[in-house]
């Protein structure tokens, strides 16, 4: 395979980490007891890179977000060894499927008051810090070894994570408006700016300066509001 960056960040963040194949969602970043955390998730292509394979038209397939989804190893093989149960469309109808339910779940709900939202907010940034304490940059496994494929996990963590749980908390704030003060809603537009520079960073390498770092105003407010 020689899928870009752009094009495996894309797949990872769209498809939320999860297996696309109806009723399956596996996690396809587990953690082993003995062998730590690895990556068991597939990129399958929907047509194959070659000539012959599974669900082949006679013209080479792309290495692209566009012929690839995502899947656990079990769907994969599944998929592979019975290409005639499951032609190109039925595969980028899962994949649409997929990803459309990913893309609803990330909706936030309406909420009453600014300490239910802020609850809401302070637990999704506790799962981010923890992400990025294990597999950020600053972590002890990124330090030892910066090229490691503690650095791709990292990368797949960004996007199947972190960037859905910053879609989320934008979200919240944006359907609940009315309930956050000028003040408050300062705060909140710099921890937007620095979720939509995040993730164009993920995706594509930006010069760190264009990079706001996660405003600790921002932070403090949902701490002091969380119930």
């Not at 596996?26 to 047509?47: D, Q």
């Not at 499951?86 to 300490?115: C, I, M, Q, Y």
């Not at 408006?177 to 993730?199: G, I, P, S």
């Amino acid at each position: 395979m020689n899928i870009s960056e752009v094009d495996l960040k894309k797949l990872w963040a769209k498809a939320a980490g999860r297996c696309s194949y109806p009723g399956c969602t596996t996690n396809c970043i587990e953690i082993f007891e003995k062998a730590g955390t690895t990556v068991i998730g597939e990129m399958a292509h929907i047509i194959p890179q070659g000539e012959t394979g599974p669900r082949a038209t006679g013209a080479k397939g792309a290495d692209t977000y566009e012929n690839l989804i995502l899947l656990c190893p079990t769907h994969h093989t599944t998929v592979d060894k019975a290409p005639i149960d499951f032609p190109a469309v039925l595969l980028r109808g899962w994949k649409t499927t997929h990803e459309e339910n990913v893309g609803k779940a990330l909706t936030s709900p309406v909420f009453a008051d600014v300490g239910a939202i802020c609850s809401f907010v302070a637990k999704i940034l506790v799962e981010n810090y923890a992400i990025f304490l294990k597999f950020g940059p600053e972590s002890p496994t990124a330090q030892a070894n910066p090229i490691s494929e503690g650095s791709l996990l990292w990368d797949l963590r960004k996007c199947d994570q972190i960037i859905p749980n910053n879609t989320k908390i934008v979200d919240a704030f944006m359907r609940n408006k009315d309930l956050f003060d000028l003040k408050e809603w300062k705060v909140f537009a710099e921890f937007r700016e620095h979720a939509a520079a995040f993730e164009r960073n993920t995706y594509q390498r930006m010069d760190c300066d264009m990079v706001p770092r996660f405003p600790q105003s921002f932070q403090q407010m949902i701490e002091n509001y969380a119930k």
